[in-house]
């Protein structure tokens, strides 16, 4: 599994994890079927982590992926920005074989 946090996404989650008030939380990321191209990205702090998840480290952030969820995963990079919108995550994900416009939602083959 490869998964990687740019700098920018490691110092929001960061920010988002003080503000949480969650110190020993990991962060969670996954997939769940919606959007309009069939799955779209989730992301939350997560204190427990289970039997069927992988506990990866990426830069100093303990990140929880469902298993069932790696294959979907793999290799994504993950990033924030901030335009005249506001911020959000970005998605760079090379599983994905259609995204729609607003980056969050996707489908693999």
Request: negative net charge; hydrophobic residues 35%; proline residues 3%.
């Amino acid at each position: 599994m490869m998964l990687q946090l740019s700098q920018a996404a490691i110092k929001e989650i960061l920010r988002l994890k003080q503000k949480c008030h969650k110190p020993d939380a990991v962060f969670r990321l996954g997939v769940q079927p919606s959007g309009c191209s069939g799955m779209s990205y989730t992301l939350e702090f997560d204190e427990e982590v289970g039997l069927n998840d992988a506990l990866y480290d990426c830069n100093g952030i303990q990140v929880a992926i469902a298993r069932s969820s790696l294959t979907v995963l793999s290799g994504l990079n993950l990033d924030y920005s901030e335009d005249l919108m506001g911020g959000g995550f970005r998605f760079h994900n090379p599983n994905a074989t259609q995204s729609c416009g607003c980056g969050n939602s996707f489908s693999v083959s």
